[in-house]
């Protein structure tokens, strides 16, 4: 029987091949701290010429997405501002989508300005 004896070479190949499986599969023992995916809402916002309907007004938990579904159904551009995130005008007609993460509960004002200058306003509920 031929003995074979390993040779530098094959010794630091085997340590990286060892070293590179331990990074794909991870420690044996331990927990792995994960971060916990957010809670989505979808809040759904028309914009008119009398004001603004938001729907809902109130979601619970903190820590959230929520993403704002903004329709201007009025004849002029406007803003859209929730808490201190602002909204671009957004054409007569059009929609944008906007995602704001809230990490703490609370009443968030929000509020539109059209381009001659009425605001409408009203509040946003985290429970």
């Not at 990490?103 to 946003?124: A, E, I, L, Q, V």
């Amino acid at each position: 029987m031929e003995r074979r004896i390993a040779t530098p070479k094959a010794l630091t190949f085997a340590a990286a091949v060892v070293t590179v499986g331990a990074l794909f599969v991870g420690p044996a023992t331990g927990s792995v701290k994960t971060t916990a995916p957010q809670a989505r809402y979808v809040a759904r916002v028309v914009l008119t010429g009398q004001g603004i309907r938001l729907s809902p007004s109130t979601v619970s938990g903190a820590g959230i997405i929520v993403v704002f579904k903004i329709h201007n159904a009025s004849k002029t551009a406007r803003n859209f501002t929730i808490g201190t995130y602002p909204v671009p005008y957004i054409a007569p007609g059009k929609t944008k989508n906007y995602s704001v993460g809230f990490n703490s509960r609370g009443h968030f004002k929000y509020s539109s300005r059209t381009h001659s200058g009425n605001k409408f306003t009203g509040m946003f509920v985290i429970t």
